[in-house]
């Protein structure tokens, strides 16, 4: 016997739960066109200046950094940015050294590896699972 998954009926007194955000409010095309407008200005000037540069290397001057237009973007903002990449960079490489050190650490408990003629030294195994 096959079942199928319908919805449930529908009481008839049933009233639809008010949704937990506010109304908003109804606009008229003006009204829609200025907030249009508005929204693209404040795209243009994205990031502000002072922003990049003030964000510390990681996670989130990364997700900064994917967000800029460079064509659109003063020249202020473009020297952050590309100082921010370095900066990125930085951080990227040291983030990846220090986990080839433990992963360096870690692998002189596997079986296999260690300081004897028959066995893998830690930093050949380390590398080879890069």
């Keep these: 016997m096959s079942t199928t998954l319908d919805d449930p009926p529908v009481p008839p007194d049933f009233e639809e739960p ?8 109804e606009l008229d ?14 795209d243009e ?3 502000p200046p002072g922003m990049v540069g003030a964000t510390a290397a990681g996670p989130v ?11 659109e973007v003063g020249d202020e903002v473009l020297v952050e940015v590309a100082a921010g990449a370095h900066r990125q960079r930085a951080w990227t490489e040291a983030r990846g050294l220090a986990a080839t050190l433990e ?4 692998v002189t408990g596997w079986r296999g590896v260690g300081p004897g003629a028959d066995e893998v030294v830690p930093e050949q195994m380390a590398a080879a699972e890069l």
């Design 61 to 71: 001057l990364a997700a900064l950094l994917n967000t800029v237009c460079l064509p």
């Design 103 to 106: 992963l360096t650490r870690r």
């Design 45 to 47: 000037s994205w990031p």
């Design 29 to 42: 095309d003006l009204e829609w066109r200025a907030r249009d407008a508005l929204l693209v200005e404040m």
């Design 18 to 25: 008010a949704p937990p955000w506010p109304e908003l409010p």
